[in-house]
Every structure is written in C-alpha cells, then in structure tokens.
C-alpha cells in the first residue's frame, strides 16, 4: 500500500520478528518510550533484535511511523509523545503473540497519529474519591491507551472544593506530586482543578490571591496546567460585594467568572509561563442555546481559555456535530467535551461498562478541541469505557463501539470472565433498556 503523508495506515505481513534480546536506542527527546521500551522488553548488549526510536518533525503532532522488519524496529515520532505511542503500539502487538513464540510482532508498516488533540478523563465525579493507588495506576493505563490528559478535579476532596483556600497538608501534597511525575512519564497532562464557587467572594482581591497561592502550591510539586470550575453552584451572586461590583442582571455571575479567570491569567499564568491557557466550566454548561450568562462570558471570558461543555444535557445518549457547533458559537470560544460518560454519581447501584455511543465521528472544521470522560467511582471497572474513548478520540472514521467493546473486555484483566455482567451493563444512556447477556 502507498500512501502519502496526509493518510494513516496500517499494513500487517504474516511473518513475525521475535522480541528476545532486543537491543533499544533512541533519541535522547524520546528517553520516555526508550524507557517504557526497556522497563517492558529488557536489553541485551548482544542483540537479536534492534529498537531504534527517532523523532521526525514531518508527522502531524503525537504522530509516529512503527516499522518492524528483518533488519529490526524502528519508532519514529513526530515529537517525544509520538515516539512513545509508537512504543505503546509495539507493546501492544507483543501482548497478542502468534502462538509460536512467547514474545513476538508481526512484520508492520504503521502510519499513525490523533485526529482530537485533547483526549483524556476527568476525575470529576461526586462520591469517594479514587486511591493514591488507583490514581496511579489509572494514569499507567492512560499512557497505554494514547490518553493524552487527567484532571484531577474529584468533588468531594475537601481541599478542591468546599476548603479550596486552604494548602494541602504536606502527605496530601506530596502524593499529588507523585501524580504529576507519573503523568509527565506516562505523556499525559496532569490538570489541577480548583472548584472555589461554592464561597468564594470573587470581586475580592484577597480572595483572588488565595486562589493563586493555592495554585502556587501545586506549581512547586510540578503542576504546569490548570482548570478553575463554576458548576453546580447558584446561578446567581450570593455575595453583597459582588452585587456591588457586578450588579444583579441576570447572567451577571458569567462577568464575575470571567474577571476570576482573566485575573488568574493574567496574574499566575503569565507571570510563570505557563504553556498552557485556563480551562474552565461555566455554571451553564449543559445545552446549546444562548443565554444571558453564556452572552456575558463570550464577551468577557479572554479568547484563549477553553470552556468545558457536557452536551445537549448533563448525561446524554448522543451528541452531535451540529451541537458541539451550536455550544461554541453560545460561548464564544472553543470548547471541550465533558463526557458524564460512564459516570455513575447519580445512581451509585449501577455500573456501565459498555462502549462510548452516539458521539459523532464527522468533526472536520467543529470547533472542538476534545473529549474528557468522566469515569465512575469504581476505577478499575471504568477502565472497559475509557478504552472505547480512547479510541473513539485517537481515530473517529474507524470508531466502531461493538468492536471496540470487544477489544476493550479482552485487554482489561478480569472483563472476559465477568462476561455476562458486562453485556448487562452495556446499555447507555442510563435510561436505555438493560440488555440481556448472550
């Protein structure tokens, strides 16, 4: 097959290349999937095999090329988190060994990259929070799935939400900054979330500060990214001063949002150089039709910060081109998918652990920057939904849901013997009729 350039491919031969004694080079921007290579595989100094992983600008960002031949393998990455999803897919080829051999890959020709630049999850949802364990092991799976984004934002961790002025005791701290060090090897981006709307007194200065000495915290343990979220809170001021300020029209809370949210970037952000702009959740964040608030923020919120939406509705069974298209032109400004999918805060008896449906794969020229899932309480069970997403994110024309459910219970250790559990709780949305095992 001869593609150019503009096109993926994937060409698998018949012949495999055993993965014993493998000798693994690279460049030294590609350290982390040399190191996810040899963690893996070992190294031998008398090699069978050769690895060699390289970095070539000419690939779409995240993108890499995997060659696997006689003459050995060779990753070639359009940056360093290309080359490590070029690991990845190697890695995940000798997970399916031919049978003949213990560890071995097809002969390949792979021409692969992302077609959403944001992919990722967010831990958002209400209920116990995720384990230091879980967290960790959660971000291990992202890597392996080409996720490229966690958000720590769980809602009923105190020091996020209800005591966000207050630093993190020093054992909290420091297991977020064991987070943010696994992510940085894992390429995913580590988001810190902060939630102050429920108290925060928004039109006072030191209230501003506190919110940057929070942020300041977590900058020292690594922290290079951020999120400030206004859901779930009243859609109007509560706060005399603020009233004073920002007035009491309607929507007026989007003007004290968007003042918070310059404030924070102009302020911390620019002066730490950060690479990244503000994300943030409107109190309105669900539906697709103007409003008074959504009017003010598109007015006052800065151009580049991005703006979490969740669909049409809070938990939704589809969402179309058409209405991610509808919620920018309400905001204003590019926007993100948070999916309450497969979320289950708001039925804590139930566990969904069927594939991603009813997102559209037509996305050309949709002002979407990408999808964040917000996953269930149960961290390990979330992992058979993640997986569609991943790969509904990585390549929308290919997403097929029934096939990548299928894929997604193979790899998840454990799925295929729960089987039966898994086809009954595969109905989405919610509301679906449960469905009946084979």
């Known amino acids: 097959m001869d593609c150019s350039l503009s096109e993926k491919k994937a060409t698998i031969g018949s012949e495999h290349l055993v993965l014993r004694e493998c000798r693994i080079t690279g460049d030294p921007a590609a350290v982390r999937a040399v190191a996810a290579l040899t963690t893996a595989l070992g190294e031998a100094a008398a090699a069978c095999l050769t690895i060699d ?3 070539d600008a000419e690939l779409p960002p995240e993108g890499y090329t995997l060659s696997a031949g006689p003459s050995g393998v060779v990753i070639t990455g359009a940056d360093p988190a290309g080359a490590f999803y070029g690991a990845q897919t190697l890695l995940a080829l000798a997970a399916a060994p031919c049978g003949t051999h213990a560890r071995c890959v097809p002969e390949c020709d792979v021409r692969d990259w992302p077609d959403l630049p944001l992919r990722g999850t967010i831990e958002g949802f209400y209920g116990t929070p995720w384990s230091h364990a879980e967290r ?8 392996r799935h080409k996720l490229n984004s966690y958000v720590y934002a769980p809602k009923d961790d105190p020091f996020h939400r209800e005591r966000w002025r207050e630093p993190y005791p020093e054992e909290e701290l420091a297991r977020l900054g064991e987070l943010v060090a696994e992510a940085a090897a894992q390429h995913v981006r580590f988001v810190f979330a902060l939630s102050p709307g429920l108290s925060m007194v928004y039109s006072d200065p030191a209230e501003r500060a506190a919110l940057r000495a929070k942020a300041e915290q977590v900058w020292e343990i690594g922290v290079r990214e951020y999120a400030l979220l206004f859901d779930d809170i009243p859609p109007e001021l509560g706060h005399e001063p603020d009233k004073a300020v920002f007035g009491t029209a309607e929507g007026v809370s989007a003007s004290a949002h968007a003042a918070v949210c310059r404030d924070f970037a102009e302020h911390f952000l620019a002066p730490h150089g950060a690479d990244r702009p503000l994300t943030m959740v409107p109190t309105d964040y669900a ?4 409003s008074a608030y959504r009017d003010r923020l598109a007015a006052e919120l800065p151009a580049d910060v991005l703006v979490w939406w969740t669909g049409s509705d809070i938990v939704v069974g589809a969402i179309s081109a058409d209405d991610m298209r509808a919620a920018a032109a309400s905001y204003g400004h590019q ?5 309450n999918f497969p979320v289950n805060d708001f039925d804590f008896a139930r566990v969904f652990l069927g594939p991603l449906v009813g997102r559209s794969t037509e996305l050309d020229g949709v002002p979407l920057e990408g999808i964040t899932a917000n996953p269930m309480v149960e961290a390990a069970a979330s992992r058979i939904a993640l997986t569609t997403v991943a790969d509904y994110a990585w390549h929308l024309a290919a997403y097929d849901p ?3 459910h299928e894929r997604a219970v193979r790899l998840v250790p454990g799925a295929t013997d729960l089987l039966p ?7 989405w949305p919610p509301r679906a009729p449960t469905k009946a095992p084979d």
């Open 136 to 143: 960790m092991e959660h971000l291990r799976f992202s890597g």
């Open 53 to 55: 992983v390289r970095l």
């Open 287 to 290: 539906g697709t039709a103007r």
């Open 402 to 404: 029934a096939r990548s």
């Open 421 to 427: 559990l898994v086809q009954v709780c595969s109905s």
């Open 335 to 339: 926007v993100a998918l948070w999916d």
